[in-house]
T-cell receptor, first 112, second 112 residues
Framework: NAGVTQTPKFRVLKTGQSMTLLCAQD?????MYWYRQDPGMGLRLIHY???????AKGEVPDGYNVSRLKKQNFLLGLESAAPSQTSVYFC???????????FGSGTRLTVV | KQEVTQIPAALSVPEGENLVLNCSFT??????LQWFRQDPGKGLTSLLL?????REQTSGRLNASLDKSSGRSTLYIAASQPGDSATYLC???????????FGAGTTVTVRA
């Protein structure tokens, strides 16, 4: 089925460990986004990409890195995980229309 | 910095009652406003998008209004059903940008 797939769905990390979250879309969308969602807060933009090979910082980029080597994939990396990065992470892609957002089902990350 | 607020944070109503969800934003220089639905453990699904030049948008039992000058939007859901139970988020897109600012959401429970 067409859509946005996030891998993994759940993960527990120890403080200081690193990991990469993978987002894959098969809709040929140019725009891709990484958000985090914390209790009582709206989704906050971490990084985004407007096309293959491009990335840009969002609202809360510190502690994260991203890469968009292929159009269909957008990777979010945590080099040295901290408990403050415990959150649910959502990836989204968008076609050229304002309302054309497709969200993945999220990755629940716990850093202990 | 755009601040988006949704009140109330949670709402419980009996089946058949009309729902009224509120969203307010601090910067009226918006390009559009979008309402999303989020089911537990799932991503976001776009419900309605209102352009800044529009006053309202309708889809089935859903109606969203926008008063840009006062920084408010309201989502009405008529004749609520248990299947409407979810979290509803509003998001605004500013002029000259395509990054969304989200509210924290209103969690709705419709009791059968």
């Amino acid at each position: 089925n067409a859509g946005v797939t996030q891998t993994p769905k759940f993960r527990v990390l120890k403080t200081g460990q690193s990991m990469t979250l993978l987002c894959a879309q098969d809709m040929n969308h140019e725009y891709m986004y990484w958000y985090r969602q914390d209790p009582g807060m709206g989704l906050r933009l971490i990084h985004y990409s407007v096309g293959e090979g491009t990335t840009a910082k969002g609202e809360v980029p510190d502690g994260y890195n991203v890469s968009r080597l292929k159009k269909q994939n957008f990777l979010l990396g945590l080099e040295s995980a901290a408990p403050s990065q415990t959150s649910v992470y959502f990836c989204a892609s968008r076609d050229g229309t304002p309302e054309g957002y497709t969200f993945g089902s999220g990755t629940r990350l716990t850093v202990v | 910095k755009q601040e988006v607020t949704q009140i109330p944070a949670a709402l419980s109503v009996p089946e058949g009652e009309n729902l009224v969800l509120n969203c307010s934003f601090t910067d009226s220089a918006i390009y559009n406003l979008q309402w999303f639905r989020q089911d537990p453990g799932k991503g976001l699904t776009s419900l309605l998008l209102i352009q800044s030049s529009q006053r309202e948008q309708t889809s089935g039992r859903l109606n969203a209004s926008l008063d840009k000058s006062s920084g408010r939007s309201t989502l009405y859901i008529a004749a609520s059903q248990p299947g409407d139970s979810a979290t509803y988020l509003c998001a605004v897109r500013p002029n000259g940008d395509y990054k969304l600012s989200f509210g924290a959401g209103t969690t709705v429970t419709v009791r059968a």
